[in-house]
């Protein structure tokens, strides 16, 4: 079977994803046009979060999202628009909000993307959903399968706004941490691409018979995921790089030498 990207893209409704989306979509519309008149919220945000907002509907509500047990690569390439596309439009399209940390919303969100909790999350999902019993679990079990793609979303919602901070109210983080952040959140995924790429047998029970898309192998289908992934981590892999040499950049300038202090203009000639 080689299904055409008009057969992927056939709308195939999915009301798990769909009915909190649209009404997310819902709220930050409102959000935006109220704003409009008041204080300004850049058309450029709203743009980015259209955008994701778009991609996360395609990606959920797609026929590609029913073909699992046929492309270990589809399921994969799905997963990483979820993880490494769609976050950082949504973060990015978020208006700078002034929160009290004082208050419950401020503490709820400074605990959630607090790096430590962020990245214990997001590891959890990469490391327990990519080992070959939770990936087979995620795989032939339906509850799995639907549950597997909003963690992926929810925990790298989390991760990309440890990194772009859109909430610096309750988020006390300096462009190092967040340039160490990222570098230590894109290991797992490395990690797990790389054990996929140079595994010499299929590791997932479902496709080491299975017939793929497109006249792949099992072994193909499980070296083209381990590509997608890596492949999909390279541009937060740059971004905490271009972080840490900004924040080196900067230490370095306020480590440099002590400014001298001003002269003193020379004294009048006195009269005889």
Known sequence: MNPTLADLLAPTPDPAFLIPTLLV?????????????GAAWPAWRAVLFALGTLLLLITTQSRAATMTQSSMALYMGRLMVLAELVPPLLVLGLPRLNL???????????VLLDPWVALAVWTAVIVFWN??????????????????????????????????RPLPSVQ????????????????PMMAVASVWL??????????????????????????????????????????????LFAWLVRLSEGQGMPPQPPTRPPAPPTRP
Do not use: E
């Open 172 to 187: 006390p983080a300096d462009i190092g941490s967040r340039g160490w952040f990222g570098l230590i959140s894109a290991l």
């Open 131 to 164: 080992v070959p019993a939770g990936f087979n679990a995620s795989v032939v079990s339906n509850t799995a399968g639907a549950l597997l793609p909003a963690l992926y979303l929810l925990s790298s919602l989390m991760v990309w706004s440890v990194i772009l």
């Open 198 to 243: 140079y595994s010499p047998q299929v590791l997932y029970t479902p496709y080491v018979s299975a017939l793929c898309l497109w006249n792949y192998t099992p072994l193909q289908n499980q070296q083209l995921s381990g590509w997608i992934m890596m492949l999909a981590g390279l541009p937060a892999l740059a971004l905490a790089f271009i972080q």
């Open 25 to 37: 979509a819902a709220a930050y519309t409102w959000g935006f046009l109220r704003a409009r008149r």
């Open 100 to 110: 009290n940390p004082r208050r419950a919303l401020g503490r709820a969100l400074g």
